[in-house]
């Protein structure tokens, strides 16, 4: 039971840091403003991640373009890797690296937005989709942890959460996620 208790309390512990620190939370606020607009524009937001950053990535590309807290039109958003025949060749037949930067030169348009989550900001295929996302006129997001790694000079807006600690960055990834669902679904389809 005590590690329970001390999991739970390192996990209230990080979000409580990041209830009291106001850059952060006018961090998340720009980002639901760019995703508010890059929607309202007509654009897209597509996502990018590895392991459990890429099922986050699904998972929050999915709440926008399925519903969230209620019934609306979606929201164009896409997971990247949900292709498993592209993944694999590319993969395969490149590199690894080039799995996400590939699918943005063919899929990322002016005015997009690329979400990139990495727990250390140092995932080399999301930086080279960042690169790529620039070369597009893409705007990009950093999901981070632990300083944001190289993301952190390549990303436009960076929501780094301060820890080394991989789960409980994750789990501050899918919170962060969740509120931004929750605010560009209000402020696009209010009640």
């Not at 999915?62 to 993944?87: I, K, M």
């Not at 295929?125 to 006129?137: P, R, S």
């Not at 820890?163 to 789990?171: A, F, G, H, L, N």
């Amino acid at each position: 039971m005590t590690r329970i208790k001390q999991v739970i309390e390192e996990s209230i512990s990080l979000k409580t840091l990041l209830l009291k620190d106001e850059a952060f939370l006018k961090e998340i606020e720009k980002v639901k403003d760019v995703m508010v607009k890059a929607l309202k524009d007509g654009k897209k937001i597509l996502w990018c991640g590895n392991g459990g950053s890429a099922a986050d990535s699904q998972h929050l590309a999915a709440e926008f373009s399925g519903r969230f807290y209620y019934d609306r039109p979606p929201l164009r958003s896409e997971a990247l890797h949900v292709n498993t025949s592209y993944l694999t060749a590319v993969a395969n037949d490149y590199s690894y690296d080039v799995i996400y930067s590939r699918m943005v030169k063919a899929m990322g348009d002016k005015g997009d937005v690329l979400v990139g989550i990495s727990t250390s900001g140092n995932s080399k295929n999301i930086v080279l989709a960042f690169e790529q996302a620039k070369e597009n006129g893409m705007i990009t997001i950093g999901f981070t942890g632990n300083g944001g790694g190289k993301m952190k000079e390549k990303a436009d807006y960076i929501l780094d959460i301060p820890s080394k600690d991989t789960p409980r960055v994750q789990e501050c990834h899918i919170m962060v996620g969740h509120i931004l669902c929750e605010l560009v679904e209000a402020e696009i389809f209010p009640r």
